[in-house]
Each structure stands twice: as C-alpha cells, then as structure tokens.
Nanobody, 124 residues
Framework: QVQLVESGGGLVQAGGSLRLSCTTS????????MAWFRQAPGKEREFVAS????????DYSNSVMGRFTISRDNTRNTVYLQMDSLKPEDTAVYYC?????????????????WGQGTQVTVSS
C-alpha cells in the first residue's frame, strides 16, 4: 500500500519560511517523479512544484518561482518544499503527489498517489 505523509505545515507571518516534508512508503521512490500542489478554500487544486526521479531539472509555478525550492532525498524516500518569503496568498492546504513515471508533470490528473495534506497559513 502506497502512503505519502506530509508534515511541516503551520502558521507563519508574511515574509517567514516553512519547510514541508513528504515521506513515502510502498512505492519505488527513486523511480517516481514527485510534486507539490496546493488548494485554497473555494479554489481548484493548483500546481506548485515538481522534481523528476533523480532530481536535477525542477519546475515551478510562476507564483512561487524564486521563493520556493523543491528537493528530494532518495535515500530517505522523502521530498521537501522549502518555502521562503511567504505571502498571505500562499495560504492553502499543501499536498504531496507521486506519479508512476520518472518525468514530471504539472496537472493533478497525471499523479496517482496523494498525501492527506498539510495546512499552511500565512498571516499578514
């Protein structure tokens, strides 16, 4: 059974930082592209960042480019999202996702496995 468990969310003031982690089990992590998505109340789930199976080329949404950094540790089956210079509009539930391919994608339908989400709230 595949499981993705996010952690690291919380409440932070604007301009602050948070680091999200997503630890996986039950899948061949080193073969899977990973991504972070987020969903704010009343909005659709949106792409945040992705990383291919062995790292290297990463992709970001325009809204987080230059502020967020995605990384992975294949020895720990874990993907991270470092979030700096946070803004109130970053407030959302953040989801980790994995796909059965080593290459990245930016649409939720391209990802097979999902975590339960972790809340990030940025106060102004």
């Amino acid at each position: 059974q595949v499981q993705l468990v996010e952690s690291g969310g919380g409440l932070v003031q604007a301009g602050g930082s948070l680091r999200l982690s997503c630890t996986t089990s039950g899948l061949t992590f080193s073969n899977a592209a990973m991504a972070w998505f987020r969903q704010a109340p009343g909005k659709e789930r949106e792409f945040v960042a992705s990383i291919p199976w062995r790292g290297g080329y990463t992709d970001y949404s325009n809204s987080v480019m230059g502020r967020f950094t995605i990384s992975r540790d294949n020895t720990r089956n874990t993907v991270y999202l470092q979030m700096d210079s946070l803004k109130p509009e970053d407030t959302a539930v953040y989801y980790c996702a994995a796909r059965n391919s080593g290459s990245t994608a930016s649409h939720p339908k391209d990802y097979t496995y999902w975590g339960q989400g972790t809340q990030v709230t940025v106060s102004s």
